[in-house]
T-cell receptor
Framework: ETGVTQSPTHLIKTRGQQVTLRCSSQ?????VSWYQQALGQGPQFIFQ???????GRGNFPPRFSGLQFPNYSSELNVNALELDDSALYLC?????????????FGPGTRLLVL | KNEVEQSPQNLTAQEGEFITINCSYS?????LHWLQQHPGGGIVSLFM???GKKKHGRLIATINIQEKHSSLHITASHPRDSAVYIC??????????FGTGTSLTVIP
């Protein structure tokens, strides 16, 4: 059974650029959640995708968008990058969205915006 | 104000000490989770609680629903316990709402 994987592991961008981060969910999981973790802070919920549809969104501006594919892998896109977007981006997959369904986290993508 | 607050933010202990990390929340929840994050960034789920107490090895987690408070205890702490411990809650679905984390360092 393959765990949750994310790519790339590290990324450096400049202000105003666009970035796409990728997440492959664990086998059999149809739900992917994305989180942003700034240095020294706890992760913040960005959004969740369930069966290719957005299923909940945190307090992030529209320049944060996402996508889930038929194989349940997911992308996080961030447009017009700002310095404050520098963070660790974590994805987590689960079997469904019910509160008892455990989420399994990927290793994260470290994004640095200069 | 964060919906989930943890204390302390940083904790240094000698090997063998008993450790307590506290979590308070201000919203209605369906469950409370304790997670462990190692320096590389990976997060592992330790406990999911909706009432009472759970124990796994040297780790014990308790929750008081009326007081909206949970504690994570580590008995006989060991340097390999050094990590960031994060409290998170779920509301209606399984999206996490996290505390800021407690960075634990256990010195040999």
């Amino acid at each position: 059974e393959t765990g949750v994987t994310q790519s790339p592991t590290h990324l450096i961008k400049t202000r105003g650029q666009q970035v796409t981060l990728r997440c492959s969910s664990q086998s059999g999981h149809n739900t992917v959640s994305w989180y942003q973790q700034a240095l020294g802070q706890g992760p913040q919920f960005i959004f969740q995708y369930y069966r290719e549809e957005e299923n909940g969104r945190g307090n992030f501006p529209p320049r944060f968008s996402g996508l889930q594919f038929p194989n349940y892998s997911s992308e996080l896109n961030v447009n017009a990058l700002e310095l404050d977007d520098s963070a660790l981006y974590l994805c987590a997959s689960s079997i469904g969205t019910a509160n008892q369904e455990t989420q399994y986290f990927g290793p994260g993508t470290r994004l640095l915006v200069l | 104000k964060n919906e989930v607050e943890q204390s302390p933010q940083n904790l240094t202990a000698q090997e063998g000490e008993f450790i307590t990390i506290n979590c308070s929340y201000s919203v209605g929840i369906s469950a409370l989770h304790w997670l462990q994050q190692h320096p590389g960034g990976g997060i592992v789920s330790l406990f999911m609680l909706s009432s009472g107490k759970k124990k796994h090895g040297r780790l014990i987690a308790t929750i008081n629903i009326q007081e909206k408070h949970s504690s994570l205890h580590i008995t006989a702490s060991h340097p390999r316990d050094s990590a960031v411990y994060i409290c998170a809650v779920t509301k209606t679905g399984n999206q996490f709402y996290f505390g800021t984390g407690t960075s634990l360092t256990v010195i040999p």
